[in-house]
């Protein structure tokens, strides 16, 4: 009787074990990815009760990103599609009414590229209310509702017979893949009520470059549109942007500040009085980006922001006009200010948020961003005032949000030159106290960007194959003041990589690695930093993961799509005096022969970003000195692959070379 008994009461046991067990979120695999959703440019009504949404998921059958625009109920976080027979939808833009919607999708057949098309926000049917021969880039409603202003890029004539043989060009600030000039792009007006649309600009100077795409704005009374006005479209001319006003009904221009270069978007009020834009600090390239307001009768204005010391952006105005909405990297985190036109700024609640990729504010003062958390990728989140807490309003990404993921810390640590260093470690899900895993670096891109405790991808799948993953913030990064952004200024590479190593140092003190089993790997200038790393300090590294990865300052100043623009560190042109020694010693190149690490190279044979070059000179240095090496060629453009597949790979050949030379001999405590 007692035997049969316990037998009960072990099945018992076991069946209410059984669907706990079942239920226990399971660790990340490399397939977790295809279920990442891209959320992005959220747009919240006037009058803050229904926020649109882009949202992105991969499509494997044709290997690409699918979006589709969402209406999220701000009291409830009911959603529903809108215009879902749309293709290629974004840039939605609510009616200053707030009575339609107004999106950018696939051209209907016949005509090409993206056009407006114009929705009842309640729900309808679409129509299609511009035909620009290459289709709008962007476009802003008239605070009449009435028009709309729009961005297409000019089309190239046509020739036939012999004519379309000279096709001979003069290069100008293009990268070396340049096959005819870059059209230019320029503004254009839509009268809803119908008939053609009207140009307002002309001539060889763009409202655009293949870097840049400022946003465009009305004044309040729909007389002046403002611009930012670049040279021409080539990628090189990206840094000398001015802020123009256009007259609307003339196409006339005028300089808002009288400055030459270096402004950034501009935003009229909403009384009309003011410009809000960005200008780098002392006109410096090296600098952080600091708000301006201008009157919008001319001159420059005055800076906001002197005293905040961020990089920053600006989200919005308020209502009232008597405020900005700022958004810019603070720490291992981004924050979100509100800046008074007088007075200094007041950075708001934002909760366990870490990361927030956009931001619109209502006119009643709610607020809706999409960021990410720790661990949770990108959601919608509003705010019922400046005030307030973020409530999330989406779950989009539960599938990922439901897994077993690593948690993730800040680290800071004092660097060399007496500047701070900060960064983020993420470490495996099971992870405990006492033990010694291999260590992995992910070093950011940029430079002038930074690592922050947002979710990450990359950073969670290194994770959970066991490692610390460590992304280090070096300077140059701007999430730490003018001083620390600047300190790269031809200091490209030592001073970033004394920063990276101090953090490597810092992370082995606090515990929890094995010293002995550390990879370095990153993309772009993360992956600049890779190779003069593995270079510099050969000894260092069990193994090495570079993307993208330039190696010569030369290469990026002269065929790449930055070329002139005097910025991402390279502050002076290497052709100039006695700059060629300078460039040198800040390029990986000098130490490629010194490398013994064993090394994936990744890139795109079309990137103009960062020529292919570098990643055949890194694999010749280290065939010749017989060190492994795979080269992994995706033959496409842009700087690094974009589509789903290619993603994949990326993730998949990333893992497995760093589990070949990091589970050697491996121990867990």
Do not use: C
């Not at 961005?151 to 379309?164: C, F, H, I, N, Q």
């Not at 209502?319 to 700022?326: E, K, V």
């Not at 985190?333 to 927030?356: F, K, M, T, Y």
């Not at 990137?607 to 280290?622: C, E, F, I, N, P």
């Amino acid at each position: 009787m007692r035997r049969t008994i316990r037998t009960v009461l072990v099945v018992l046991l076991a069946l209410v074990a059984a669907p706990a067990a079942a239920q226990a979120p399971r660790v990340m695999t490399l397939d977790d990815a295809r279920d990442v959703v891209r959320v992005s440019d959220p747009r919240i009504a006037p009058d803050g009760r229904t926020v649109l949404v882009t949202v992105s998921r991969a499509d494997f059958d044709v290997n690409e990103w699918r979006s589709t625009l969402v209406a999220v109920d701000v009291a409830s976080g009911a959603e529903r599609p809108v215009a879902p027979e749309l293709r290629n939808v974004g840039h939605a833009r609510w009616s200053p009414s707030g009575d339609r919607v107004a999106v950018l999708a696939n051209a209907p057949a016949g005509a090409s590229g993206r056009q407006v098309w114009i929705l009842p926000a309640a729900g309808g049917d679409a129509r299609v209310v511009t035909t620009a021969p290459s289709g709008v880039v962007q476009f802003a409603w008239r605070p009449d509702g009435q028009a709309l202003a729009f961005v297409s890029v000019d089309r190239a004539p046509e020739t036939s017979g012999l004519a379309r043989f000279d096709d001979a060009f003069e290069v100008g600030n293009d990268h070396f893949l340049t096959t005819a000039p870059p059209e230019p792009s320029h503004l254009w007006v839509a009268d809803l009520a119908g008939g053609e649309s009207r140009r307002l600009t002309n001539g060889a100077w763009s409202v655009r470059t293949a870097l840049r795409s400022p946003a465009i704005s009305w004044s309040a009374d729909g007389r002046w549109i403002s611009i930012v006005r670049f040279p021409s479209a080539s990628p090189g001319d990206s840094d000398q942007g001015t802020v123009q006003l256009v007259d609307a009904r003339s196409g006339a221009l005028r300089s808002l500040t009288g400055r030459t270069a270096r402004e950034g978007d501009a935003t009229f009020a909403p009384s009309g009085a003011g410009v809000a834009y960005t200008f780098a600090k002392d006109g410096d390239p090296a600098n952080l980006s600091q708000a301006w307001v201008a009157p919008a009768t001319g001159g420059q204005g005055r800076v906001l922001t002197a005293a905040l010391d961020r990089d920053v952006s600006v989200a919005a105005w308020s209502a009232d006009a008597q405020s900005l909405l700022l958004t810019g990297a603070d720490g291992t985190r981004v924050s979100l200010w509100q800046q008074p036109i007088e007075g200094e700024a007041r950075r708001l609640d934002v909760g366990s948020l870490a990361s927030i990729g956009g931001v619109s504010l209502a006119t009643g003062g709610t607020i809706a961003l999409v960021g990410s958390e720790s661990d949770r990728p990108a959601e919608l989140y509003v705010k019922a005032s400046a005030e307030a807490a973020p409530r999330r309003l989406t779950d989009f990404n539960r599938a990922i949000a439901a897994l077993r993921l690593g948690r993730t810390e800040a680290i800071t640590w004092d660097g060399p030159d007496g500047l701070p260093g900060d960064g983020v470690l993420t470490f495996p899900p099971d992870f405990r106290d006492g033990d010694r895993r291999p260590l992995v670096l992910l070093v950011h891109g940029g430079p002038t960007a930074a690592s922050n405790e947002g979710f990450s991808l990359r950073a969670q799948q290194l994770a959970a194959e066991g490692w610390v993953v460590f992304q280090p913030n070096y300077r140059g990064s701007n999430n730490l003041g003018n001083a620390y952004q600047r300190a790269i200024a031809n200091d490209a590479a030592d001073g970033p990589g004394r920063d990276i190593m101090a953090g490597l140092d810092a992370v082995i003190r606090r515990g929890g690695v094995d010293a002995d089993r550390v990879a370095v790997s990153g993309w772009s200038y993360g992956g600049y930093m890779t190779a003069w790393l593995i270079g510099k300090y050969p000894e260092r590294w069990r193994a090495a993961v570079a993307g993208a990865a330039p190696v010569d300052v030369t290469d990026m100043s002269s065929l790449t799509d930055l070329n002139a623009m005097i910025r991402h560190a390279i502050t002076e042109s290497p052709w100039v005096g006695d700059n060629l020694t300078a460039a040198f010693a800040m390029s990986p190149i000098v130490h490629l022969p010194k490398i013994r690490t064993p090394t994936l190279l990744l890139s795109n044979t079309a990137d103009v970003r960062v020529v292919v070059t570098g990643s055949y000179k890194l694999m010749q240095a280290l065939r010749a000195n017989g060190v492994p090496v795979q080269f992994i060629a995706y033959p496409i453009g842009g700087h690094s692959p974009a589509d789903p597949m290619r993603q994949g790979d990326i993730d998949r050949r990333w893992a497995e070379w760093l589990r070949r030379y990091l589970n050697e001999g491996e121990t867990r405590r």
